[in-house]
């Protein structure tokens, strides 16, 4: 069974930076595209990053572009999305996705960016 588990997020103020790190247990890492999403309080989900299982290829959405950056370490089973120059309106609940022939979610942690 996979298991998907986000962690670093916190209180940071607006400008500062977080990095979330996301462990994968269970299944083919390399075989997966990792993805990092958020759902800002009363908001929907939404996609925020994406990489493919090579790490050759990134995806952000326009919001994002040039503040994060998704990676991954196959050795270790990790994604990683670091965040800088964060704004007020990054704060959500961030998950990590790993997807393959079936999508799995973490539970989130929780991003703050205080004004």
């Known amino acids: 069974q996979v298991q998907v588990v986000e962690s670093g997020g916190g209180l940071v103020q607006a400008g500062g930076s977080l990095r979330l790190s996301c462990a994968v247990s269970g299944g083919t890492f390399s075989s997966f595209r990792m993805g990092w999403y958020r759902q800002p309080p009363g908001e929907e989900r939404s996609w925020v990053a994406g990489l493919d299982e090579s790490g050759s290829r990134t995806y952000y959405t326009d919001s994002v572009k040039g503040r994060f950056t998704i990676s991954r370490d196959d050795d270790k089973n990790m994604a990683y999305l670091q965040m800088n120059n964060l704004k007020p309106e990054d704060t959500a609940v961030y998950y990590c996705?790993?997807?393959?022939?079936?999508?799995?979610w973490g539970q989130g942690t929780q991003v703050t960016v205080s004004a």
């Open positions: 996705t790993a997807a393959g022939l079936s999508d799995y």
